[in-house]
């Protein structure tokens, strides 16, 4: 069945370490977006890519990183100039961007100790 | 700025206590009004997606409805299965913006 894995589903790091999400499709899917959830907000856009090769900066993108060197994978890296970085972090795709449904991964909760 | 509110932001409803929820939103390059549902811990899942003002869609007991400027998930005589988080997001050119949710509980 095609859909979208994410992992670790829980992750734990200490204060100043870098840490990278790992999300692949294989529903062949050209965008694929990063979100962050916390409690009582929405689902906040930290970067998405249309296309490989090519991604953009949401509304959220500040210390974190992204690539898209191949269509299936977009992996995320929390980095350490991420100031609150506990969160739970989904990734979703679309067959192409604007407009289109959006599957998402189960998500990878991250805590900071 | 592109704002998606929803309203109210929990509801608890007896089992087979029909209601609705509301999202609101500014209309600018408006592509899509999407509704999904959330289990706790888990990541989104697709219900409907509506495009034009006076579009209805169903499923099971679900409805969603568009106007101009809100649309509404109406829920009739829900189980406690239907209890989840729901959220509704607008899509703006090449993503799509997300209301806090309104978290649904059903009790048997």
């Known amino acids: 069945d095609g859909g979208i894995t994410q992992s670790p589903k829980y992750l734990f790091r200490k204060e100043g370490q870098n840490v990278t999400l790992s999300c692949e499709q294989n529903?062949?899917?050209?965008?694929m977006y990063w979100y962050r959830q916390d409690p009582g907000q929405g689902l906040r856009l930290i970067y998405y890519?249309?296309?490989?090769?090519?991604?953009q900066k949401g509304d959220i993108a500040e210390g974190y990183s992204v690539s898209r060197e191949k269509k299936e994978s977009f992996p995320l890296t929390v980095t350490s100039a991420q100031k609150n970085p506990t969160a739970f972090y989904l990734c979703?795709?679309?067959?192409?961007?604007?407009?289109?449904?959006?599957?998402f991964g189960a998500g990878s909760r991250l805590t900071v100790l | 700025e592109d704002q998606v509110t929803q309203s109210p932001e929990a509801l608890r409803l007896q089992e087979g206590e029909s209601s609705s929820l509301n999202c609101s939103y500014t209309?600018?390059?408006?592509?899509?009004l999407f509704w999904y549902r959330q289990d706790p811990g888990k990541g989104p899942e697709f219900l409907f997606t509506?495009?034009?003002a006076g579009e209805e869609k169903e499923k099971e007991r679900l409805k969603a409805t568009l106007t101009k400027k809100e649309s509404f998930l109406h829920i009739t005589a829900p189980k406690p299965e239907d209890s989840a988080t729901y959220l509704c997001?607008?899509?703006?050119?090449?993503?799509?913006?997300f209301g806090t949710g309104t978290r649904l509980t059903i009790i048997p």
């Open positions: 890519s249309q296309i490989v090769n090519d991604f």
């Open positions: 529903l062949n899917h050209d965008a």
């Open positions: 509506l495009y034009s």
């Open positions: 997001a607008r899509g703006i050119r090449e993503k799509l913006t």
């Open positions: 209309v600018s390059g408006l592509r899509g």
């Open positions: 979703a795709s679309s067959i192409t961007g604007g407009g289109n449904v959006l599957t």
